[in-house]
C-alpha cells in the first residue's frame, strides 16, 4: 500500500505492518474522541515515525496514487479529527 505523510512524501507499506499500525490507530482514536490532547500528540506522533520506519520511502519525483493519505506532523487534533472516520486513520484489512 502507498501512505502518503502531508507535507513529507510517500512510502510503501506491506500488508504485514498494519495489525501494529491499527493499534496505535485505535488508540489515537480513543484519545480523539476524549480530547486528550498530550495522548494524541504522543500517539499521533508514535504513529507517523512507524510509518516511516516500517516504510520504504519513495522516490520524490513518483506519481504513485496514495491508497492512504496521514495528516502532516504539525497537525492538531481537531483537523486530525475532520480526517477520522469510524475506523481511524488506517482502514482495518480486508
Keep these: 500500500m502507498i501512505v502518503r505523510i502531508m507535507g513529507e512524501g510517500q ?3 506491506a ?5 501494529e499500525l491499527n493499534a496505535l490507530d485505535d488508540e489515537l482514536l480513543a484519545e480523539v474522541r476524549d480530547g486528550d490532547g498530550e495522548g494524541f500528540r504522543r500517539t499521533f506522533h508514535a504513529l507517523l ?6 516504510g ?3 522516490p ?3 506519481l504513485e496514487p496514495s491508497e492512504l493519505i496521514l495528516p ?3 497537525a492538531t487534533l481537531d483537523e486530525v479529527r475532520a480526517m477520522l472516520n469510524d475506523e481511524g ?3 482495518s484489512p480486508g
Design 15 to 19: 500488508d504485514r505492518h498494519f495489525a
Design 60 to 62: 520524490d519525483d513518483s
Design 49 to 54: 515515525a512507524k510509518v516511516r520506519e516500517l
Design 56 to 58: 520504504e520511502p519513495l
Design 89 to 91: 486513520l488506517i482502514p
Design 72 to 74: 502532516a506532523a504539525e
Design 11 to 13: 512510502v510503501r507499506l
